[in-house]
């Protein structure tokens, strides 16, 4: 078993007069944060102060890229041809290392948001649409997957250098994907219940599923929603669980 981990949260949501999660509490906490590109979330502004938090407190920060949704916050599913998805890819791809560059700092991962990620840890092409349009604009970029889904099958075959994510605040089914959050007992809100479960995973190596099926995986790192209302306690209470099971929190290489 690694002894340790990554911590990640997906941020920069906010949108103009509206705001969405406790971006600054939470990079106190996180290693890495999957900041969003304007398109299901967040905007100008705030793309660029969640960029220089991140560099100001030394965490890794990835493009988190989804559908062109803000009504939706990216969480309905939209179908686009292959070639649009690559597009929409990359548009925001460039926008999050604009901005990053400005803060001082480099974009070193990609993150696929919401609905855009649920269709891709599903269908292999569409994913291999997404990460091969990433290649082609940042062949660097390590390429946080969904662990044990079509994702990670689409990201390994074009060689990507990728990083395997299980979620602390989502529940899972037996094929590795997440419950519909439509679904009672999808998201976890309660610190209590996901730090243990969450570092029962990690100390497995494996995703535990709602049915209580064990699949195994490979674990790089840990992600909760920032816009989950107790988001900030579910990272502190994780933080504390990892170090107290002696793992140490660490950005993904």
């Not at 969640?50 to 009504?71: E, R, S, Y």
Request: aromatic share 4%; hydrophobic share 45%; with cysteine.
């Amino acid at each position: 078993m690694s002894r340790s981990v990554d911590l990640n949260a997906d941020m920069g949501e906010s949108y103009g007069a509206w705001s969405k999660g406790d971006d600054a509490a939470l990079l106190d906490i996180v290693t890495s944060a999957n900041i969003a590109c304007g398109f299901h979330a967040g905007d100008w502004d705030v793309m660029a102060e969640t960029m220089a938090q991140a560099v100001a407190k030394g965490v890794g920060i990835g493009a988190h890229p989804g559908f062109p949704d803000l009504h939706g916050f990216g969480r309905q599913r939209m179908g686009f041809s292959h070639a649009s998805l690559g597009n929409l890819v990359r548009y925001q791809i460039g926008a999050a290392q604009a901005m990053a560059r400005a803060a001082g700092g480099e974009v070193r991962h990609l993150k696929l948001h919401g609905a855009l990620a649920n269709m891709c840890s599903e269908d292999e092409a569409m994913a291999r649409a997404c990460y091969s349009a990433a290649m082609s604009v940042a062949p660097d970029l390590i390429v946080m997957v969904l662990a044990g889904t079509a994702q990670q099958r689409a990201a390994e075959a074009l060689g990507c250098k990728i990083a395997c994510e299980i979620f602390a605040d989502r529940a899972y089914n037996d094929d590795a994907t997440l419950v519909d959050r439509a679904l009672p007992g999808a998201v976890i809100h309660d610190p209590a219940i996901a730090a243990p479960r969450i570092a029962d995973m990690v100390e497995a190596g494996a995703i535990i599923a709602e049915s209580g099926a064990r699949i195994p995986t490979r674990i790089d790192t840990i992600c909760l929603h920032g816009d989950t209302p107790t988001a900030v306690q579910i990272a502190g209470s994780v933080r504390d669980e990892l170090q107290r099971r002696g793992l140490e929190l660490r950005m993904f290489d």
